[in-house]
């Protein structure tokens, strides 16, 4: 007789915990009841840390899936779309040094790859301009779509910036409303074991003793479960990236009316970099700094400087971060979703994808029983660390290509010791052969696709050998695919509303589903 | 420059109506009252306020705009769109306005608009009908787009169509009922859209598709006189 997987027990409410409710609840939402729950159990005492405000694109697949409506999501989370982040004073740290890292693939990115195109031309144009209209967009301050677009559907590719802390209350209450997951108010005193080490059952102060085949641990850097029940090690990866404390504020817009950035600016500074998010109601500043490179008094220094008169009297909030991620994700009967299971600096905005495709991958590949748990398991293990590598080697290279002297910050972060060993060989090849496409990328659903690493690589002025004679057989369709680019560019800008406008018809308007 | 009055017998006792004047609209928003009688002449389809993104229903009477319609009015089975109908006047509150601009206005020629005691002409009331149809109807179109909505009738839909002189012209922007999403409609909804009359109006919709190609064939045909 086998042993079923039918009762699903996430514990923590955050944006994994309900992320992960949602998009498991949504798969087997035929089950449900019947065959299949899904319980969440939240302390009614813990704060939600509400890990950043950026989104990636796979956000707007999760929440339709989910079944939410983008409309409600507007009105509810103080969302605003977000089209790519710019990159200021990462490669020299001159003032007018910046580049953008764009949503949308370059021009025909399946057919023809641009950069040899774009190398052998050498006429000034950013790679970015050259290749997408996205960056223009931005600097324009315009919306990725107009209201007559669908919701969920893009003219300009898109993800959002949001209010973390709005964002679990509103997915808490579609997937217990809509979803059937079942909610309980809870802390945990003690985890249950069986004798072959599984976790049996969550003993809880106000709800009694819940059960459970398989348990999400979504506890924060708590790591209840994985970490202080299982004894999952962590694996430090700060000597990659040396960040290890943020500094966060929350800036008022001068007027109701100011523009709204509708990409993430991440300005580098001596010993770190800000990132810069604009949300409806506010921007959302912080200082991600090496403590081991600057004060905590000078990082504060930079972050006003940064800011301004608008941020005199505001009060900044100490977060102290730990690069890094579990040595295994899932063991046993338990996986770890979101911060429990690792953290990076938010530089790409990678924890919410990280827990939409993990979550993803534990609805899908759900175990039927728990004889079949452990190959799930592996899989799952080998996946998201192949993940969790590549997110890291993906932020490293920020660092790695920045032409920076000015503090030991930037010096340390070129020595060859802190770059991975993949990141060094790929840095390699790229001197010779730009990536493309499926080329480096050899799985389905990389966290980063290729075109991410062109935009970063070329944006921060790293140089690929271009052979004439592979340039010249492809001229025409370059030559064509860039005329296309030129003529969207001008398109999307003369159709696309402004981003503050846009946000403020949602709210009354409304999207429509179709 | 659109001069608007509010419509009274002692301002506009001299006041004329003309025919409209100038070229049709190649799109032209239609009520649901209007359905059966424009879909047997012309696409009904769903297109978008590009100000609030609100769903409207409306007629296509040509495929490009700028250039017109393709049938006549004696050609479409005698249907006139209210809209067309009513042109140069508005509802304000709940009185009529008139756009003095327009030039199917005039002091010397055409139908006077009120009678030597200052009633309302036939052509006036006539007026009068159209506003009020249109009125009732755009209210009639939302209860009706809700209904498809909540029943996930309604789909884009991409329509592309080549031409002899090699033109290709692209639709964008238009929503039709969806045929499979109809037959696999539960029953209770079936017989629900049934007697909110809304099941009629959706079959007219989908039915107006086939003038789609004879648009095209019309639009060709123009093509060619014109060479």
């Known amino acids: ?514 | 420059m659109a001069t608007h009055e509010l419509l009274n017998p002692q301002d506009h006792a001299h006041l004329r109506l003309l025919p409209r004047q100038g070229a049709e609209p190649h799109f032209v928003q239609i009520v649901p009252g209007e359905f059966v009688s424009a879909a047997v002449a012309c696409p009904v389809l769903f297109s978008k306020d590009p100000a609030t993104g609100a769903f409207y229903a409306g007629a296509a009477l040509g495929l490009k705009p700028g250039e017109g319609a393709l049938k006549s009015t004696q050609d479409r089975g005698g249907f006139e769109p209210l809209a067309l109908q009513r042109d140069g006047f508005f509802i304000a509150e709940d009185r009529i306005a008139i756009d003095r601009s327009n030039p199917r206005f005039s002091e010397t020629e055409g139908e006077p608009l009120f009678d030597s005691a200052q009633q309302p002409s036939t052509a006036l009331r006539r007026i009068q009908r159209a506003l009020r149809h249109l009125h009732e109807g755009i209210a009639q179109t939302a209860a009706l787009v809700r209904e498809l909505m909540d029943l996930k009738l309604i789909e884009p839909i991409d329509i592309s169509l080549s031409f002899d002189n090699g033109e290709r012209l692209t639709l964008e922007g238009l929503y039709t009922v969806s045929r499979d999403a109809l037959r696999d409609l539960p029953d209770a909804d079936v017989l629900r859209l049934f007697r909110t009359g809304h099941l009629q109006l959706a079959y007219a919709m989908t039915g107006s598709l086939n003038q789609l190609p004879v648009l095209a064939h019309l639009r060709n045909r123009r093509l060619a006189d014109s060479r």
């Open chain 1, 1 to 514: 007789m086998v042993q079923a997987v039918r009762r699903i027990v996430i514990v923590g409410g955050g944006t994994a915990g309900w992320l992960a409710a949602g998009v498991i609840a949504a798969k087997h939402r035929s089950r449900i009841p019947a065959s299949f729950s899904v319980t969440l159990v939240e302390s009614p005492n813990t704060p939600i840390i509400g890990v950043g405000e950026g989104t990636w694109p796979t956000l707007r697949t999760t929440l339709s899936r989910i079944g939410v409506s983008e409309t409600e999501m507007f009105r509810k989370c103080d969302a605003a779309f977000k089209q790519g982040a710019w990159f200021a004073r990462w490669t020299t740290g001159a003032k007018d040094d910046g580049y953008y890292h764009p949503l949308m693939l370059p021009q025909s990115f399946s057919h023809i790859n641009l950069v040899p195109h774009w190398l052998a031309r050498d006429d000034g144009r950013s790679f970015c301009d050259t290749v997408c209209p996205q960056g223009r967009i931005c600097d324009d301050g315009l919306a990725p779509k107009t209201i007559a677009t669908a919701e969920f559907e893009a003219v300009a590719n898109y993800a959002y910036h949001l209010d973390a802390g709005k964002f679990a209350p509103f997915l808490q209450q579609h997937c217990c409303e809509k979803l059937g997951v079942r909610h309980v108010l809870a802390d945990v005193r003690r985890v249950h074991l069986k004798e072959n080490g599984d976790i049996r059952s969550l003993e809880t102060e106000q709800a009694g003793e819940i059960e459970g085949d398989l348990f999400v641990d979504c506890t924060g850097f708590k790591a209840l479960l994985i970490g202080e029940t299982l004894g999952v090690p962590f694996v430090d990866c700060s000597d990659v990236l040396f960040c290890d404390t943020a500094l966060a504020v929350q800036v008022p817009y001068e007027t109701e009316t100011s523009p709204i950035a509708s990409h993430t600016i991440s300005t580098a500074q001596s010993a770190g970099w800000i990132w810069d998010i604009g949300l409806p109601t506010r921007r959302g500043v912080g200082h991600v700094f090496s403590s081991r490179h600057i004060s905590v008094d000078d990082a504060e220094r930079e972050l006003r400087t940064y800011i301004g008169p608008a941020g005199k009297d505001l009060p900044f909030r100490k977060i102290p971060i730990r690069s890094g991620h579990r040595q295994i994700f899932w063991k046993r009967n338990c996986v770890a979703i979101g911060l429990s299971a690792g953290f990076l600096e938010p530089l790409e905005a990678s924890a919410i994808v990280l827990i939409e495709m993990s979550a993803k991958l534990v609805a899908e590949q759900m175990p039927v029983c728990r004889e079949v748990m452990d190959v799930i398991a592996a899989r799952f293990n080998n996946t998201t660390e192949y993940r969790w590598g590549r997110i890291i080697d993906f932020l490293k290279l920020h660092y790695a290509l920045t032409q920076r002297d000015d503090s030991a910050f930037w010096r340390d972060n070129r020595l060859p010791e802190t770059i991975p060993e993949r990141l060094q060989h790929l840095m390699l090849l790229w001197r010779y052969q730009s990536p493309w496409y499926h080329d480096e990328f050899d799985r389905i659903e990389e966290v980063f696709p290729a075109a991410s690493y062109q935009y970063v690589l070329y944006g921060m002025g790293f140089r690929t050998e271009v052979e004439p004679q592979i340039v010249a057989g492809s001229a025409n369709n370059a030559e064509r695919a860039m005329r296309e680019n030129i003529a969207q560019t001008e398109k999307l800008r003369a159709g696309l509303p402004r981003h503050r406008d846009l946000i403020r018809k949602i709210v009354q308007h409304g999207l429509q589903p179709v």
